[in-house]
T-cell receptor, first 113, second 113 residues
Framework: DAGITQSPRYKITETGRQVTLMCHQTWSHSYMFWYRQDLGHGLRLIYYSAAADITDKGEVPDGYVVSRSKTENFPLTLESATRSQTSVYFC????????????FGDGTRLSIL | TQLLEQSPQFLSIQEGENLTVYCNSSSVFSSLQWYRQEPGEGPVLLVTVVTGGEVKKLKRLTFQFGDARKDSSLHITAAQPGDTGLYLCAGEGGGTSYGKLTFGQGTILTVHP
């Protein structure tokens, strides 16, 4: 089915470990985004990508790394996880700019102990 | 950095009541989107407004974009328990922010039968 899928849905890890969250979309949307959602902060943009091999920082990029070698995939890596990175992470995609809607995955709930 | 202040953060009302959620900013947005999010799922787009002063209606929901494109409101008439959820406003900036969304903190709405 067409859509955007995130994996895993739930992840528990320890501080200092590397963890990668996966995002895959089947629409061939140019733009992809990673957000974190914390109570009282809404959704905050971590990184975004306008096309394959083009990525840029968002509001809260520190401690995160992204890549986009293929249009459909946009993995997010926490290189050395910290407790402050415990959050719910959402991936989204859109056709582009000018009021285009963003389509979100169902999120990854990440807990760092 | 563009900021969107959303209020109220929490709203608990009885079925049949009316309510309004506000999003305010000192920045001008090229478009303003409203999303609704259910527990365990990603946000889903309700509406996009792009013209200053624009009003859009979606059944019992009325969305308005301020004349100066700095603020927006969501009004729900005769709220129902099915309206319960998290409502998020999101503004798309211009220039280098084109295509990126800035989200408000969200409004958690609970409608009691």
């Amino acid at each position: 089915d067409a859509g955007i899928t995130q994996s895993p849905r739930y992840k528990i890890t320890e501080t200092g470990r590397q963890v990668t969250l996966m995002c895959h979309q089947t629409w061939s949307h140019s733009y992809m985004f990673w957000y974190r959602q914390d109570l009282g902060h809404g959704l905050r943009l971590i990184y975004y990508s306008a096309a394959a091999d083009i990525t840029d920082k968002g509001e809260v990029p520190d401690g995160y790394v992204v890549s986009r070698s293929k249009t459909e995939n946009f993995p997010l890596t926490l290189e050395s996880a910290t407790r402050s990175q415990t959050s719910v992470y959402f991936c989204a995609s859109s056709e582009g700019r000018g009021g285009q809607p963003q389509h979100f995955g169902d999120g990854t709930r990440l807990s760092i102990l | 950095t563009q900021l969107l202040e959303q209020s109220p953060q929490f709203l608990s009302i009885q079925e049949g009541e009316n309510l309004t959620v506000y999003c305010n900013s000192s920045s001008v947005f090229s478009s303003l989107q409203w999303y609704r999010q259910e527990p365990g799922e990603g946000p889903v787009l309700l509406v996009t407004v792009v013209t200053g002063g624009e009003v859009k209606k979606l059944k019992r929901l009325t969305f308005q974009f301020g004349d100066a494109r700095k603020d927006s409101s969501l009004h729900i008439t005769a709220a129902q328990p099915g309206d319960t959820g998290l409502y998020l406003c999101a503004g798309e900036g211009g220039g280098t922010s084109y295509g990126k969304l800035t989200f408000g903190q969200g409004t958690i709405l609970t409608v009691h039968p």
